[in-house]
């Protein structure tokens, strides 16, 4: 059964750091990843969707990156702004619907 | 505007009435899901639907009814609802290629005193 996890499940930086968050899956069989952002007590909102056949996706400050084979993706977020504060969830596709991971909590300080 | 629209926003009920949460979607999308938000267990599938007239269980379904008679449309049905039933839920949408985007709604908080 496929398990998502994502590691750390909290980080704090300060306003305009680099940062990266990290999400590993145990089967590799997968169709595609998708990174979602959740505000506080709102929806998920879909950030970039990376299929198997490819290794990144990029949109504005963000880039996220994929290794099937080893079972990890990340999320890259460049220059950040207390905006960007949010949970920031991964998922992974494959044979089952999706199966998320719990979701690394990002709090950027001005 | 595409959408995915969840009735009611916040819902307050008691244990044993029946009760129901409405999900909507304007993007003529097959696929439909209802998701269960609770802190450190995450996200979790209650039911899906491939389309009209057929659907799924997910994770955890039990204590849960949805149904499909609608594209569109794809109500949750608590028929009576118990105390950890207590949760944020979500129902999603997407087209059923395999590298389509989920759409999701904006939750319904739901309370079962």
């Known amino acids: 059964k496929q398990e998502v996890t994502q590691i750390p499940a909290a980080l704090s930086v300060p306003e305009g750091e680099n940062l990266v968050l990290n999400c590993s899956f145990t089967?590799?069989?997968?169709?595609?990843l998708q990174w979602f952002r959740q505000d506080p007590g709102k929806g998920l909102t879909s950030l970039l969707l990376?299929?198997?056949?490819?290794r990144e996706q990029t949109s504005g400050r963000l880039n996220a990156s994929l290794d099937k084979s080893s079972g990890r993706s990340t999320l890259y977020i460049a220059a950040s702004q207390p905006g960007d504060s949010a949970t920031y969830l991964c998922?992974?596709?494959?044979?089952?619907?999706?199966?998320f991971g719990k979701g690394t909590r990002l709090s950027v300080i001005a | 505007e595409a959408q995915v629209t969840q009735n009611p926003r916040y819902l307050i009920t008691v244990t044993g009435k029946k009760l129901t949460v409405t999900c909507s979607q304007n993007?003529?999308?097959?696929?439909m899901s209802w998701y269960r938000q609770d802190p450190g267990l995450g996200l979790r599938q209650i039911y899906y639907?491939?389309?009209?007239?057929?659907?799924d269980k997910g994770d955890v379904p039990e204590g849960y009814k949805v149904s499909r008679k609608e594209k569109r449309n794809f109500p949750l049905i608590l028929e009576s609802p118990s105390p950890n039933q207590t949760s944020l839920y979500f129902c999603?949408?997407?087209?059923?290629?395999?590298?389509?985007?989920?759409?999701f709604g904006s939750g319904t908080q739901l309370s079962v005193l």
């Open positions: 089967d590799s069989a997968i169709y595609n």
């Open positions: 639907s491939m389309n009209v007239e057929v659907t």
């Open positions: 993007m003529n999308h097959e696929y």
């Open positions: 998922a992974v596709k494959g044979n089952t619907p999706l199966v």
């Open positions: 990376i299929q198997s056949s490819q």
């Open positions: 999603a949408s997407s087209s059923t290629g395999i590298n389509e985007k989920l759409f």
